[in-house]
């Protein structure tokens, strides 16, 4: 069988699989399309929240993000994992508590005010739509690599597939299918490392493998990866970063997190308050199941690469273009591996062309400029073709990166249109929707979200890239400390809070289109996007915490000068604070 | 809910947890991960330093560990101010 086949099987194996458990788990309520009934076990639900929370930019990007760099770019695997603190600490007990169906909905009744929802409905809209894009690029990359597909076919062909089940069963159905999608991206993310660390350094788990002996080389492997890369011009692997930098961005990145409206409604669905802490735990011990193996692919796959292009050692020939590995023929079609003869004598030299300490070692050795571009994202996705690996798990790698890609996409979608059918349409346009009519309208938002996401993803704007940025400094600067006054204060009021979500907004926004251009538009930023321009050194990337901390100051300076919330409110503070009597208020 | 200082104790008792619970969180992922880490590069671990170690995989660990000890002490805490789910 040949390798088309086989992806083609095992995909459509996986989407089979979707759809039957879309037609197992249909919704015939609001509150099982809203959320799943409350009736999701914890465990299921932390395995769920994995998948909604792992992304194609987690699947196929972060190993490579972190090879890239090396040490620096831990920020990424310390971010996006220190949130699920803040969320079990600080959240997600509480708004299961509260028992309500959207995250709008509580700041509105919290505030006691229909502008405080609105401006609640407008954040999550906007952080949501974002978030979207990048997962439709990313199933489109999957299908064009691994189908050789047109982009736009396997486009309509994945958001068919999200159609079906995310209208038909809701959260429902995306619960159940979540579980099924993390299942199938954590075999296809962890088999390929699993082989390459025991060729590396005979350990078969990757994150020991990481800190083990090179068994060639007889010393560590990080020892022996810092070593190559250095010989080649790039800083080390385990080189020291900008402490500032780091710890503002790994901030961004995990009040961010904590932020996301698709990450908290996945915590409405346990039938108790003790689940939803416990849900959070689970929830991270399945994301870390990845995240504790993406540095050891980042690493591994490094100096695998490396090994390849100087088999005899970086101070010897590099290897000539027409011995390359079958790999390396099959990612140049792609485009995302370049090769480029610049001084002509038919090898692949790679190194940094850029570092001016190296400069002179080059022109000794006859190289004329770095001649290799590789994209990082490639790293995860020819893991098995470097490790020489079956071509079953080629075709795992590509059902594993539209299991990412789809999952986050259906837990962004029905956050949208939640808001939409409930926040919007029952509580404030329609209030006297049958629960049969809200229904129908929420399958409508659904199906109207999806098409706009595939158009999107049909026709990225050119600033899909950093768009995630806006993303988590918006639920860093906007959503978060909102929903955290709301809960640890009851001296916060409406005026205060609603206030305080627009400058965390609109100050945070100011500052990303002043170095990114506005609304990200090429060529239209105010000051160029360098350090030395920053305000206070701050990259527009880490503003987050900034946002977040106006948007604090604000609302508690506001609240202070102005009327204490009424009595019920604080009430209502008061009874999110304890578990007792969670069930009562859905009605179980 | 129980009375009123009985409920006050109660949240107290949660704060208090939290505030001890964040400060670990902070001291292994923004301390022994980043700030602290020339002061860990005496300790060795498999080719590289402590600090290293803390920011790619020990900060992880300690987090889950944290979120299943809070869960675990607050179920407790439910219990024994009679606010628990029955």
Known sequence: MDQYTLNLLIVGASFALYIGIAIWARAGSTAEFYAANRGVNPVMNGMATAADWMSAASFISMAGLIAGVGYINSTYLM?????YVLLALLLAPYLRKFGKYTVPQFIGDRFYSQGARLVAVICLIIISVTYVIGQMTGAGVAFSRFLEVEVSTGLWIASA?????A??????????TQVAQYVVLIIAYTIPAIFISIQLTGNPIPPLGLFSTHTEAGVPLLQKLDQVVTDLGFNAYTGQGSMLNMTLFTLSLMIGTAGLPHVIIRFFTVPRVADARWSAGWALVFIALLYLTAPAVGAMARLNIIDTIFPNGVEQPAVEYEQRPDWMRTWEVTGLLK????????????????ATGFTETATQRGWSGNELTINNDILVLANPEIAQLPGWVIGLIAAGGLAAALSTAAGLLLAISSSISHDLVKDWLVPNISEKGELLV???????????ATLLGLNPPGFAAQTVALAFGLAAASIFPVLMMGIFSKRVNSIGATVGMLVGLIITCLYLFTYLGWFFIPGTNMMENVPANYLFGIPPTAFGPIGALLNFAAAFGISAMTQEPPRHVQELVESIRVPRGAGAATGH | MADNSSSNAYWAANIRIITICLVIWAVVSYGFGILLRPLLSGIPVG???LGFWFAQQGSILVFIALIFYYAAYMNRLDREF????Q
Do not use: C, S
């Open chain 1, 339 to 354: 090769f480029e003869d610049k001084n002509g004598d038919g090898r692949i030299q790679y190194y940094n062309d850029t």
């Open chain 1, 442 to 452: 929420a399958r409508i938002a659904m199906a109207g979200a999806i098409l706009v």
């Open chain 1, 161 to 165: 597939v999200v159609f079906v089940y």
């Open chain 2, 47 to 49: 080719g590289t330093d």
């Open chain 2, 82 to 85: 009679g606010v628990d789910e």
């Open chain 1, 79 to 83: 971010g996006w994992t220190g949130g």
């Open chain 1, 167 to 176: 209208v038909l069963g809701g959260m429902k159905g995306i619960t159940y």
